[in-house]
């Protein structure tokens, strides 16, 4: 099993930056796939990026938000990032990191299809 924390999160004004972090424990981390989801206010948990296990060479977006936010990983401090930027008043929302020990593809974009969640990162963006 693993453990997941994200942090990161706050209050931004609309086109500026944040990154998240997720720090995970508790089982080897490179074997897992990570992801990213968020969830509005008033609305369903949607998938944000996903990266490939071990090295991370591959990353997977959700269309509307490629070119702002970056997935990566860093494997010996057990942590996966979302970079945001350029952000706008809909991106606010709770966001939660997500793993699973299958590969990255064919990529999971339910949330019923990841094992593992965090507890979430408030992100706010005024306009």
């Known amino acids: 099993q693993v453990q997941l924390v994200e942090s990161g999160g706050g209050l931004v004004q609309a086109g500026g930056s944040l990154r998240l972090s997720c720090k995970a424990s508790?089982?080897?981390?490179?074997?897992?796939?990570m992801g990213w989801f968020r969830q509005p206010p008033g609305k369903e948990r949607e998938f944000v990026a996903a990266?490939?296990?071990?090295?991370?060479?591959?990353?997977y977006y959700t269309d509307s938000l490629k070119g702002r936010f970056t997935i990566s990983r860093d494997n010996p401090k057990n942590t996966v990032y979302l970079q945001m930027n350029s952000l706008k008043p809909e991106d606010a929302a709770v966001y939660y990191c997500?793993?699973?020990?299958?590969?990255?593809?064919?990529?999971?974009?339910?949330?019923?299809?990841?094992?593992?969640w965090g507890q979430g990162t408030q992100v706010t963006v005024s306009s």
């Open positions: 997500s793993a699973d020990y299958g590969p990255l593809s064919p990529v999971r974009t339910g949330i019923r299809e990841w094992a593992y």
């Open positions: 508790g089982s080897t981390f490179s074997t897992y796939t």
């Open positions: 990266i490939s296990r071990s090295g991370g060479g591959v990353t």
